[in-house]
């Protein structure tokens, strides 16, 4: 079983400042080759992956081979709903894989989101997560595999989740071929809206912010030659 490594040249104090003015910062080239390229080819072969939007009745979460199969008029209204609600309300539309948080899991399976997950939570991780974000010990949380196609997207929020006591968030990019054109966007929204910076999809980076900030991520076009990929998450 392959054990996934960070880029043995990284240099995590190179980043510390931008994050300390800024509050954000994207890290370019975290993992070693090998490493980057098992974690995109292991979600790209997957089947199992779950369409996810929320309802008015809450989650909503079918397989999307499930979803692939039901009736086009039935797709077609919940797709209106999700852009309606959107217009209005907190809404969010993509296909996800849940991160492994148990350590027994880890271990006993080769699956790349177990490995990834044994990442996040190593010392090395950590080590690496401290210099850059100033917190003494950040503790991965939670994640999840992310795929955004055509449609897909996630409206502003700041993922300040009572209970959570979440320090920053995390975007880990697994995207070779992106072109802004295309959406898939993760936007950081000024205080009121009348201003947005962006980070176009790539692949190999880690996008590191403080929580909260707010944030979105664009519709993906018809255009997009493939999925948005990443792996997304929380530390506290």
């Given at each position: 079983m392959m054990t996934l490594q960070l880029d043995p040249g990284f240099d995590p104090t190179a980043y510390a400042m931008a994050y300390a003015a800024h509050g954000r910062v994207?890290?370019?080239?975290?993992?070693?080759?090998?490493?980057?390229?098992?974690?995109?080819?292991?979600?790209?072969?997957?089947?199992?992956?779950?369409?996810?939007?929320?309802t008015v009745d809450g989650v909503l979460k079918m397989p999307v081979s499930e979803r692939a199969t039901m009736k086009r008029k039935r797709r077609r209204?919940?797709?209106?709903?999700?852009?309606?609600?959107?217009?209005?309300?907190?809404?969010?539309?993509?296909?996800?894989?849940?991160v492994p948080t148990d350590i027994s899991d880890r271990e006993r399976d080769a699956d790349v989101l177990h490995r990834f997950a044994a990442l996040m939570a190593s010392d090395a991780m950590a080590a690496v997560l401290r210099t850059i974000t100033g917190v003494a010990a950040p503790v991965f949380s939670d994640g999840h595999a992310t795929a955004y196609g055509p449609g897909?997207?996630?409206?502003?929020?700041?993922?300040?989740?009572?209970?959570?006591?979440?320090?920053?968030?995390?975007?880990?990019g697994l995207t070779p071929l992106w072109r802004p054109e295309?959406?898939?966007?993760?936007?950081?929204?000024?205080?009121?809206?009348?201003?947005?910076?962006?980070?176009?999809?790539?692949?190999?980076?880690?996008?590191?912010?403080?929580?909260?900030?707010?944030?979105?991520?664009?519709?993906?076009?018809?255009?997009?030659?493939?999925?948005?990929?990443?792996?997304?998450?929380?530390?506290s």
């Amino acid at each position: 079983m392959m054990t996934l490594q960070l880029d043995p040249g990284f240099d995590p104090t190179a980043y510390a400042m931008a994050y300390a003015a800024h509050g954000r910062v994207r890290i370019s080239g975290l993992l070693d080759e090998d490493s980057a390229e098992a974690l995109y080819y292991g979600l790209k072969e997957r089947q199992d992956w779950w369409h996810l939007t929320n309802t008015v009745d809450g989650v909503l979460k079918m397989p999307v081979s499930e979803r692939a199969t039901m009736k086009r008029k039935r797709r077609r209204r919940l797709d209106q709903e999700a852009f309606e609600r959107a217009r209005r309300d907190f809404q969010y539309r993509y296909e996800s894989l849940h991160v492994p948080t148990d350590i027994s899991d880890r271990e006993r399976d080769a699956d790349v989101l177990h490995r990834f997950a044994a990442l996040m939570a190593s010392d090395a991780m950590a080590a690496v997560l401290r210099t850059i974000t100033g917190v003494a010990a950040p503790v991965f949380s939670d994640g999840h595999a992310t795929a955004y196609g055509p449609g897909d997207f996630l409206t502003v929020h700041d993922d300040d989740v009572p209970g959570k006591n979440r320090v920053a968030a995390y975007v880990y990019g697994l995207t070779p071929l992106w072109r802004p054109e295309w959406g898939g966007i993760l936007f950081f929204h000024g205080d009121d809206d009348a201003s947005v910076s962006g980070l176009v999809p790539r692949f190999n980076t880690l996008d590191l912010f403080a929580v909260p900030q707010r944030h979105s991520v664009s519709l993906v076009t018809p255009s997009a030659v493939d999925r948005r990929y990443a792996i997304t998450g929380w530390l506290s």
